[in-house]
């Protein structure tokens, strides 16, 4: 009996094992960007040049799947050096304290568009963590001629308030929009 629940039991573990597809981002064509509203009249934007993103796919049911992406904060890059020294000091992002910000999934499920998903999960940041939803969109497939690797596309769509991780606390909104903009574009092989 011992040995048929341990059959059993490997596999159960064997099938869940290979259900699994583990997607991971080309950094060459993977960024983090995002725009705050400046003295309520102009965007400002800027990217995150160092961004990851993998999912752990369920390859029979999508909404099992699981998301993370992680991002090193002091990859920031609004095109404007004493800008991007400001926003990595302990006025707003405290990058030597705080260099990565990190999302997890918690749960998934199907919007309304075609190929659009409401992923719930955990976003921490600025040493403070706290619930969140994002916009995950599939852009679709394909096979990349340069490497001959199945190429899958993803976007990340949120909009997250910079006082919730008391990013900023000395600068009102009438200098910098509390509500921070974000988009993530991945392009993402099977590791």
Do not use: C
Request: glycine residues 4%; charged residues 20%; positive net charge.
């Amino acid at each position: 009996m011992k040995k048929v629940m341990s059959l059993l039991m490997f596999s159960l573990f064997a099938v869940s094992v290979f259900a699994q597809k583990v997607l991971v981002n080309d950094p060459a064509h993977s960024r983090i960007q995002f725009s705050v509203i400046h003295l309520t009249i102009s965007d400002i934007s800027g990217n995150f040049e160092t961004a990851n993103l993998t999912i752990n796919a369920d390859e029979k049911n999508f909404l099992n799947s699981k998301l993370t992406f992680e991002v090193d904060v002091n990859s920031i890059n609004t095109h404007i050096e004493a800008r991007d020294n400001h926003l990595r000091s302990a006025d707003f992002l405290d990058v030597a304290k705080y260099p990565k910000m990190m999302f997890t999934s918690t749960a998934i499920s199907k919007a309304k568009q075609k190929n659009y998903y409401n992923v719930k999960g955990n976003l921490s940041m600025h040493g403070i963590t706290k619930p969140v939803s994002v916009v995950l969109v599939y852009r679709g497939s394909t096979v990349n001629q340069m490497n001959k690797k199945k190429t899958y596309g993803y976007q990340v769509l949120a909009t997250v308030k910079r006082s919730d991780f008391n990013v900023g606390p000395g600068f009102p909104e009438a200098v910098i929009s509390d509500q921070v903009r974000i988009k993530g574009d991945f392009e993402l092989t099977e590791k």
